[in-house]
C-alpha cells in the first residue's frame, strides 16, 4: 500500500508501479484465466472477431471509469450500501454503452443481445471496483481498469479469433476488412478453388458452439500454466 | 398447465442457464468444489431466481412500458431497476440463511451476496424480457432456470470432488480441468435440443 502511495506525485511520466498496474493483468494476473472473473461474457460473444472487440472496448470503457468514480468517491461512500452505489454507477455507465451502440451500430447490438446489459454483472468490473478502486486514488484506480479491461480483451480476442477461423472459415466478418482465409471458394482471400491452400478444409461447426469457447479457454490456460509455473493450481 | 410445464422443462434442461448460455459462471465454478455448498447455493438461486423474475416482469409492464401507470416509456430504467430488485432479494436471502443455518451461511461466505452479481440472475430477467413471456410464463421460467442453475451445479460439484483422485496434467490442474468438463457437459445438454449431425458436418 504505501508504495502506492508514493508514486502518487509523479502524475505522468508513468512510474514503475503504474506500468505493472497497467500490464500485470495481461499474463500474470489476467482477470479471466488467473482471477477467474468475467467467464460469462467471454464464453457467450466470441464466436466472432467484431462483436468480441466491441465486447472488450465496452467492457474497458465501463471498468476504466467506474473505477475512477467509485475511486474518487470512496471516502464518502458508507460501508452498509457500497454495492447499491456501485452498481447504479455501474448501470449507468452500461446505459450510456448500450444507448450508443444501438444508435451507431445496430447489427452488433443485435449480435450482443442481452449480453451488454449482463456487463453490469460481471464480475470483473464488481471485483475490481471492491479489490482495487475502494482503497486507492482515482488515477491507479483508472489504470488498473484499462489494464483488467486490456486483459480481458486480449483472451476475448484469442478465442474468437480460432472461433471465427476454424468455425467460418473467415476473419472480422461483418466489416469491410472481411477476409475469407480457410476452406474451399473463389471468393476467398487466397482463391482456394485453383490454388489447393487449406481448400480442403470444410468448417468445423463445433467451433461455433459455445462449448468450444470452453475447450479453447481451458487450453489457454493450459498454456499459460505450464509457461508460468507460479499459477499452477492456484484456483 | 401444459405450458407451464413446458416452459419449466424447457428452460431446466434444453436452455440450461449454465450449460447452454453459460451465465453465473463466476459462482459456479468458485462455489462448486463439494457438494454440499453447491447444493446450498444452488437452491438460494432458485429463491432468488423463481421471486425475481416474475417481480420484474411485473414492474415492467406496470411501471416501466409504455401502457403502464406512469404512462411513459421508461425502459431506459430498467437495468437499475432490476439491479435493485436482485439486491434486495439477495439481502433478504442472507437473512434468512443466516438465521436458519448458520453453517451453510459460513461456507457460502462472499458468495451469497455476490448471488446479486451473479449474471444468471440478471440475465434471466432480461431473457423473459426478450422472449416477451407472460405472467404465469415468466413464474415458470423463473422456477426452472433456477433449477437448471442448481442440477449443474450440483452436477459439476459431484465431478469435480471425484476429480480429485485423478491423473491430471500439473498445469491443468483445477480451473483447466474444470473449463473442459464444463464444456463437455455443456455438449452433452446440447443433445437434449436434438442435434442435427447436418449441422456438424455440412462445411457451409
Known amino acids: 500500500m504505501s508504495e502506492i502511495k508514493e508514486s502518487k506525485k509523479a502524475l505522468f511520466p508513468m512510474t514503475k508501479k503504474e506500468r505493472k498496474l497497467l500490464f500485470d493483468p495481461l499474463n500474470d494476473n489476467n482477470p ?8 460469462c461474457s467471454a464464453l457467450a460473444v466470441t464466436s466472432m472477431l467484431l462483436p468480441s ?13 467506474s ?26 455507465l452500461v446505459t450510456i454503452v448500450e444507448l450508443t451502440l444501438k444508435a451507431y451500430s445496430y447489427p452488433v447490438y443485435k449480435q450482443l443481445s442481452v449480453f451488454i446489459g449482463l456487463i453490469i454483472t460481471n464480475c470483473i468490473v464488481m471485483g475490481r471496483l471492491e479489490a482495487f478502486a475502494m482503497a486507492n486514488p482515482p488515477w491507479q484506480s483508472f489504470l488498473d481498469g484499462i489494464g483488467n479491461g486490456l486483459g480481458y480483451g486480449i483472451i476475448l480476442i484469442i478465442i474468437s479469433f480460432f472461433r471465427e477461423l476454424f468455425g467460418r472459415g473467415t476473419l472480422m466478418s461483418g466489416t469491410p476488412i472481411e477476409m475469407k482465409i480457410i476452406g474451399s471458394s473463389s471468393d476467398f482471400w487466397i482463391d482456394t478453388t485453383t490454388n489447393s491452400w487449406f481448400g480442403w478444409y470444410t468448417n468445423n461447426n463445433l467451433m461455433v458452439l459455445p462449448a468450444a469457447a470452453l475447450f479453447l479457454l481451458g487450453m489457454i490456460i493450459w498454456y499459460q500454466r505450464s509457461k508460468n509455473t507460479k499459477l499452477v493450481d492456484i484456483s | 398447465m401444459e405450458e407451464f410445464l413446458s416452459i419449466f422443462i424447457k428452460s431446466a434442461f434444453v436452455e440450461n442457464l449454465v450449460l447452454s448460455y453459460f451465465l453465473g459462471m463466476c459462482s459456479y465454478l468458485a462455489v462448486s468444489k463439494t457438494v454440499k455448498t453447491a447444493s446450498g447455493l444452488g437452491l438460494a438461486v432458485i429463491f432468488v431466481l423463481g421471486i425475481t423474475v416474475p417481480i420484474n416482469w411485473l414492474i415492467n409492464r ?32 442472507e437473512m434468512v440463511v443466516e438465521k436458519v443455518s448458520p453453517a451453510l451461511y459460513n461456507s457460502l461466505g462472499i458468495f451469497l451476496p455476490l448471488i446479486t452479481v451473479n449474471c444468471a440472475i440478471l440475465g434471466a430477467s432480461l431473457f423473459m424480457i426478450s422472449r416477451e413471456y407472460n405472467f404465469s ?27 480429485k483422485y485423478s491423473d491430471i496434467p500439473a498445469p491443468l490442474r483445477g480451473l483447466g480441468i474444470a473449463f473442459i468438463i464444463t464444456g463437455l457437459m455443456g455438449m452433452a445438454f446440447m443433445g437434449m435440443m436434438g442435434i442435427d449431425p447436418a449441422i456438424f458436418f455440412s462445411g457451409k
Open chain 1, 67 to 92: 473505477n475512477l468514480a467509485i475511486s474518487m468517491m470512496r471516502k464518502y461512500i458508507p460501508k452498509q450500501v457500497r454495492m447499491i452505489v456501485q452498481l447504479v454507477i455501474i448501470a449507468f
Open chain 2, 137 to 163: 410464463e415468466s413464474v415458470a421460467f423463473g422456477l426452472g432456470g433456477g433449477f437448471g442453475w442448481f442440477l449443474a451445479i450440483v452436477a459439476m460439484a459431484a465431478i469435480r470432488e471425484k476429480l
Open chain 1, 53 to 65: 472487440i466491441v465486447m472488450a472496448i465496452a467492457v474497458t470503457f465501463v471498468i476504466a471509469f
Open chain 2, 62 to 93: 406496470y411501471l416501466l412500458s409504455e401502457n403502464g401507470i406512469l404512462g411513459m416509456d421508461l425502459t431506459f430504467l430498467r437495468f437499475i431497476l432490476f439491479i435493485a430488485v436482485i439486491a434486495s432479494m439477495v439481502q433478504l436471502v
Open chain 1, 32 to 39: 479471466v484465466t488467473v482471477q477467474v472473473l468475467g467467464i
